[in-house]
């Protein structure tokens, strides 16, 4: 009988907190809306205790998500677990998480603790935790690096405490496939009363091995496995939960488990993280990467067109990637936009379908063939959530083989237009430099990247912008027929994603680096989350 896998997505949690990917508030629920789609089991909603932004980002999630576990993070201490527990009070499913590194390394540079104090605090912190939560959560941060017989008393205080679960992660992402199964293994064996308790995985992807490893820690006995959308997280990014779903449900012959997820819907949530945070997956990204179904070589699509089953080891409608057909003209109606995009996995408002309509059909005028490529980057520009304070009315440049670009940018903001020139090496550029002269708050380009939307010479141009504002880096995505458009629209959105945050961080007073605030709260980049 195969055994069930509970996945517990940490996109708005790990996920979220590695640069490049932040959310708002908006932003944060919707994701949640569509991880409740996939049916996830656990939603770890954030870390409430790094700033108000992640604490009512909790609060709102466990306000409105009933199916799945809502889970919050909190170090061992008293005030993240009392802030972890406020935030997660109107949850129908509450599960507090709480963490601790254990290793050597950690204990010594880190903590300036013994094994014996940490012990001790683990079995204090859980019981805590326990107090206000029936379901809880322990980690010991880096136990891929803790002394094994150490881990195993951990572990055994832990669950002594009360933890209804024990994730062991790797943090580090430095674990080969035996020894992360292994670990299992051994606590699954050593630690008494280890039987109600749920083993579960955290893999990082710094040697490429992250879901490799989720696999091997299942192996080993692990029943809940911790990921993320698209496998974003620190570093190289946390397992993706994609893969991990896909690995079992393809191999099923040889894993004897299965988990709950909706897969027709793993596309769709690779889309709207991509949507929300801007960071784009590469287009061999397995499962949810736009060529991942793509058959170039002729043998391939003659045997793929013969039958699917020679050369596809999943079908696509299966894990809800659109096909690649035209399925749109100009003279589709409303009524088959919505379809369409109701099949792409986009829930759209009345407004937002007006909306869409009237770029849609802007497009159709331009493009005589319209893909889903196009549908979804049409999307993907046009709902940004970030309200706009700054929106581009009008724009010109002038390129030259010698000597400088120009650009001009009108800009309105609440009713009243701004315009501005300036001049730099390239159009681009100079764009950027006019749109700072006007909203007063410039950045530096930290990535810079330009794809072409669907097949043919008028396909448009899809820019990604990365830039730096005041020691923060935000996100911009634009499509356009004319590819310096795209770049200042896009490069608008970073600096509108800026201004939105800047004001934020004002009012809440909660930003400035790595300090401890008046209201205890401490800023969210402090390195602890693991
Ligand atoms: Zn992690």
Not at 274 to 285: E, I, S, W
Not at 304 to 316: C, D, F, G, S
Not at 465 to 485: A, D, I, M, P, Q
Request: with cysteine; glycine share 8%.
């Amino acid at each position: 009988m195969p055994e069930k896998v509970f996945v517990f997505d940490t996109t708005l949690r790990d996920g979220e907190q590695s640069p490049g990917c932040s959310m708002n508030l908006d932003e944060k629920l919707e994701m949640a809306r569509q991880l409740e789609r996939l049916e996830v089991d656990i939603l770890e909603a954030g870390f409430p205790i790094a700033s108000q932004g992640d604490f009512e980002a909790v609060r709102a999630i466990a306000a409105e998500i009933r199916r799945p576990i809502v889970a919050a993070l909190a170090r061992a201490n008293e005030l993240d677990i009392k802030r972890a527990w406020e935030g997660l009070v109107g949850a129908a499913k509450p599960r507090i998480h709480t963490f601790l590194a254990t290793s050597d390394i950690h204990l010594k540079y880190k903590l300036h603790k013994t094994r014996e104090e940490v012990l001790k605090q683990i079995q204090w912190a859980v019981a805590l935790a326990k107090s206000f939560c029936q379901d809880v959560e322990f980690s010991p941060e880096d136990a891929g690096r803790t002394d094994r017989q150490y881990l195993i008393e951990c572990c055994h205080a832990a669950v002594e405490a009360g933890a209804t679960v024990l994730n062991l992660p790797d943090t580090v992402g430095y674990c080969l496939e035996p020894e992360y199964e292994q670990m299992f293994a051994d606590v699954k064996k050593g630690v008494p009363g280890i039987n109600g308790v749920i083993l579960s995985t955290h893999t990082h992807d710094d040697l490429g091995m992250a879901v490799a490893n989720t696999l091997a820690g299942m192996r080993g006995g692990a029943r809940q496995v911790e990921c993320t959308i698209n496998g974003i997280g620190e570093r190289a990014g946390n397992a993706a939960l994609e893969e991990i779903v896909m690995a079992i449900k393809v191999r099923k012959d040889v894993i004897p488990v299965y988990t709950e997820i909706r897969t027709e819907e793993l596309f769709a949530s690779s889309q709207l993280l991509t949507r929300l945070t801007g960071m784009a997956v590469q287009r061999n990204k397995a499962i949810v990467g736009r060529n991942a179904f793509a058959h170039e070589a002729g043998i391939h699509q003659d045997g793929v067109l013969k039958n699917a089953i020679t050369y596809e080891i999943i079908q696509p409608q299966s894990v809800g990637m659109p096909s690649n057909s035209i399925v749109l003209g100009k003279h589709s109606g409303r009524h088959a936009l919505a379809k369409r995009y109701e099949e792409l996995g986009y829930q759209l408002t009345k407004p937002e379908l007006e909306r869409a309509y009237e770029l849609f059909t802007t497009l159709a005028d331009r493009k005589k063939n319209i893909y889903d490529e196009d549908l979804i980057a049409l999307v993907n520009e046009s709902f940004q959530h970030i309200p706009e304070m700054f929106s581009l009315k009008l724009f010109q440049s002038v390129a030259s083989s010698e000597g400088r670009s120009t650009a001009t940018v009108e800009l309105e903001k609440d009713g009243e237009v701004f315009h501005d020139s300036a001049t730099a090496d390239g159009p681009c550029d100079a764009a950027f430099r006019a749109i700072d002269r006007i909203t007063g708050v410039p950045g530096t380009i930290m990535d810079f990247s330009v794809h072409t939307v669907g097949p043919g010479t008028d396909g448009a141009a899809e820019v990604s912008v990365r830039g730096r504002f005041e020691g923060r880096e935000f996100t911009g995505k634009s499509t356009s027929h004319n590819v310096v458009e795209a770049a200042a629209r896009a490069y608008l959105q970073c600096a509108n994603k800026a201004a939105y945050e800047l004001k934020r961080a004002e009012e809440h007073a909660a930003l400035s680096a790595g300090s401890v605030h008046k209201n205890g709260m401490v800023d969210r980049f402090f390195p602890g989350g693991y």
